[in-house]
């Protein structure tokens, strides 16, 4: 599965593509204003720093107890936070994610 970068030349922020078929790389728009006059950077798997705060002040290395998955919001935020440091933007994906973690079916996978 090919991952791209693209900066958008219409709102100058940067975003990563995970794409699943290549079908899909001809069609890609930006994440934030979904302009497609997209600049492709040459560099795959960068971290980049420009999350929110939230974000990167969340250590996904640090134990968590059973209070953390009480607020669900967490694990919405921790899945992010991971595919965020694995430089992977899996889009409208990550949301089918989060709703898996939420229900808990995704816990088993990630806490091997
Ligand atoms: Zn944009």
Not at 15 to 23: E, G, K
Not at 35 to 57: I, P, Y
Not at 73 to 92: F, H, M, Q, S, Y
């Amino acid at each position: 599965m090919p991952i791209y970068e693209y900066r958008c030349n219409q709102c100058k922020r940067e975003f990563t593509r995970l794409f699943l078929n290549t079908r899909e790389i001809k069609n890609v728009a930006c994440k934030f204003c979904s302009g497609t006059n997209l600049t492709r950077l040459l560099s795959s798997f960068a971290v980049h720093q420009t999350e929110e705060s939230r974000l990167s002040s969340f250590d996904t290395s640090k134990p968590r107890g059973d209070d953390f998955y009480k607020d669900s919001r967490n694990i919405g935020l921790w899945a992010k936070k991971r595919t965020k440091e694995l430089g992977v933007d899996l889009g409208p994906q990550m949301d089918e994610i989060v709703e898996r973690g939420r229900t808990g079916k995704i816990l088993d996978e990630y806490d091997k």
